[in-house]
């Protein structure tokens, strides 16, 4: 995915309340206007939220954020949408030493900028990954963490997710969304369907099925530094064609298209230091367990890295920033499954008039397949809660990336915040 992380842009509302009140109370309410000239679609998104945050203790806290979302499309024939959406609720009790949460919400993992190989937990909305960041576009789970402080400089964390929830291309009337790459399947003239629908077989609950992991993070010197371990379930699954015993009509195969969420191990580790005007980061995830859909049929099991580099510099008024990106593949048993993929990431932003203005431009390269996203915004944000924003963005290249299947979704959008 192409993550385009805006919370650094808009400005965040002044909830912060004097120390003596214990609940703290915000909203906002947002408008995106989408157009996606080459797919023929225009879509309009309005969405009311509210915060609520809650400490009558030293020893307690609670959160709960959520909205309520519209959607009113063009999309080759008129669509409407809605729902109501939880994407924090949670309580948390603890001292000085350790705490424990439960609830729902978004567990973030890594530290680069744009695209975190270790941040696995939260399944991902494609959608708003495009429009908002990667930040909107993380879907909640259900969950309990731990930490323990072991001092200032060691913390030992402990994540355990007891329900999967698959990622989507767009919570909004998903079928139709143009950004349901699913839609783009074309089928041989010899495989006949028995219903256009995907059979998903999502694990269900059970002890079985719970994911969950741990995590260190510790400081020495000026470098901050963590290492962890994750058992989940991928939030986008392996698509199969299986034939159905017996129906076959002619030369032709009757079957079903099957979407499994398989297994995965991950071993990640990275770190962050300052030096001076440079912030420097790294990130590696090492998936020991993984399956891959298999150029022979079915499904194999695998290997996979995720590995980068990057850094982060502010001067005045600019902000740049830069990484190289390391994505690598392979299974034992099918060797089409052999991918190795180098991608270069870049931005640079800069304020204007105070602080008022805000304009941005970020790139993707994929130097392996000549592949790309580019995309150009601006901000305008006359009061503190309010902002304006227009964008454009456009995918360029052709390949097997994730990059290159999002061709012909280029798009213009505009955006109005206002937060109380």
């Given at each position: 995915m192409i993550p385009l992380d805006l919370s650094a842009c808009l400005l965040t509302a002044p909830h912060q309340q004097p120390a003596t009140k214990t609940?703290?109370?915000?909203?906002?309410?947002?408008?995106?206007?989408?157009?996606?000239?080459?797919?023929?679609?225009?879509?309009?998104?309005?969405?009311?939220?509210?915060?609520?945050?809650?400490?009558?203790?030293?020893?307690?806290?609670?959160?709960?954020?959520?909205?309520?979302?519209?959607?009113?499309?063009?999309?080759?024939g008129r669509v409407l949408d809605a729902g109501v959406r939880v994407r924090e609720a949670w309580i948390e009790v603890?001292?000085?030493?350790?705490?424990?949460?439960?609830?729902y919400g978004r567990l973030v993992w890594g530290r680069l900028d744009e695209i975190q190989p270790s941040d696995v937990i939260n399944p991902l909305d494609t959608s708003r990954f495009l429009f908002e960041g990667r930040?909107?576009?993380?879907l909640p789970v259900a969950f309990v963490t731990g930490r323990w402080f072991l001092s200032e400089r060691l913390v030992v964390e402990a994540a355990l997710v007891p329900k999967f929830r698959r990622a989507v291309?767009?919570?909004?009337?998903?079928?139709?969304?143009?950004?349901?790459?699913?839609?783009?399947?074309?089928?041989?003239?010899?495989?006949?369907?028995?219903?256009?629908?995907?059979?998903?077989?999502?694990?269900?609950?059970?002890?079985?099925?719970?994911?969950?992991?741990?995590?260190?993070?510790a400081t020495v010197g000026r470098v901050d530094f963590a290492a962890a371990v994750y058992r989940g379930f991928e939030g986008f699954g392996t698509l199969t064609f299986e034939p159905h015993f017996g129906a076959q009509i002619g030369p032709t195969v009757v079957g079903s298209l099957v979407e499994r969420f398989p297994r995965?191990?991950?071993?990640?580790?990275?770190?962050?230091?300052?030096r001076g005007e440079w912030a420097l980061r790294g990130e590696a995830a090492v998936f020991m367990e993984k399956k891959f859909a298999?150029?022979?049929?079915?499904?194999?099991?695998?290997?996979?890295?995720?590995?980068?580099?990057?850094?982060?510099r502010r001067a005045g008024s600019y902000r740049v920033f830069g990484s190289v990106l390391l994505q690598s593949q392979w299974s034992a048993a099918d060797a089409a499954v052999e991918k190795t993929n180098v991608s270069v990431v870049g931005s640079i932003e800069r304020q204007l008039a105070r602080d008022k203005y805000l304009v941005r431009a970020f790139s993707i390269v994929n130097a392996s397949d000549g592949s790309g996203f580019i995309r150009a915004l601006g901000i305008w944000h006359p009061r503190d809660n309010f902002a304006l924003e227009f964008s454009a963005a456009a995918f360029f290249g052709t390949g097997d990336d994730t990059l290159s299947r999002f061709k012909e979704r280029d798009f213009v959008l505009s955006r109005v915040v206002v937060l109380f």
């Amino acid at each position: 995915m192409i993550p385009l992380d805006l919370s650094a842009c808009l400005l965040t509302a002044p909830h912060q309340q004097p120390a003596t009140k214990t609940v703290d109370v915000g909203g906002n309410f947002t408008v995106v206007a989408d157009f996606l000239p080459k797919r023929d679609a225009a879509e309009l998104r309005p969405r009311a939220g509210i915060e609520i945050e809650a400490a009558p203790s030293s020893h307690f806290r609670m959160r709960l954020e959520g909205f309520v979302e519209a959607l009113a499309a063009d999309r080759g024939g008129r669509v409407l949408d809605a729902g109501v959406r939880v994407r924090e609720a949670w309580i948390e009790v603890g001292g000085a030493r350790a705490d424990v949460r439960a609830g729902y919400g978004r567990l973030v993992w890594g530290r680069l900028d744009e695209i975190q190989p270790s941040d696995v937990i939260n399944p991902l909305d494609t959608s708003r990954f495009l429009f908002e960041g990667r930040s909107a576009a993380r879907l909640p789970v259900a969950f309990v963490t731990g930490r323990w402080f072991l001092s200032e400089r060691l913390v030992v964390e402990a994540a355990l997710v007891p329900k999967f929830r698959r990622a989507v291309f767009d919570e909004l009337d998903e079928p139709t969304s143009p950004f349901n790459l699913f839609n783009d399947l074309v089928l041989p003239a010899s495989i006949a369907l028995t219903s256009p629908n995907l059979e998903r077989r999502k694990p269900t609950m059970s002890w079985a099925n719970v994911s969950g992991g741990g995590r260190v993070r510790a400081t020495v010197g000026r470098v901050d530094f963590a290492a962890a371990v994750y058992r989940g379930f991928e939030g986008f699954g392996t698509l199969t064609f299986e034939p159905h015993f017996g129906a076959q009509i002619g030369p032709t195969v009757v079957g079903s298209l099957v979407e499994r969420f398989p297994r995965f191990t991950m071993i990640s580790g990275d770190f962050e230091t300052v030096r001076g005007e440079w912030a420097l980061r790294g990130e590696a995830a090492v998936f020991m367990e993984k399956k891959f859909a298999s150029s022979l049929g079915g499904v194999v099991d695998g290997r996979a890295i995720d590995a980068g580099v990057g850094f982060d510099r502010r001067a005045g008024s600019y902000r740049v920033f830069g990484s190289v990106l390391l994505q690598s593949q392979w299974s034992a048993a099918d060797a089409a499954v052999e991918k190795t993929n180098v991608s270069v990431v870049g931005s640079i932003e800069r304020q204007l008039a105070r602080d008022k203005y805000l304009v941005r431009a970020f790139s993707i390269v994929n130097a392996s397949d000549g592949s790309g996203f580019i995309r150009a915004l601006g901000i305008w944000h006359p009061r503190d809660n309010f902002a304006l924003e227009f964008s454009a963005a456009a995918f360029f290249g052709t390949g097997d990336d994730t990059l290159s299947r999002f061709k012909e979704r280029d798009f213009v959008l505009s955006r109005v915040v206002v937060l109380f």
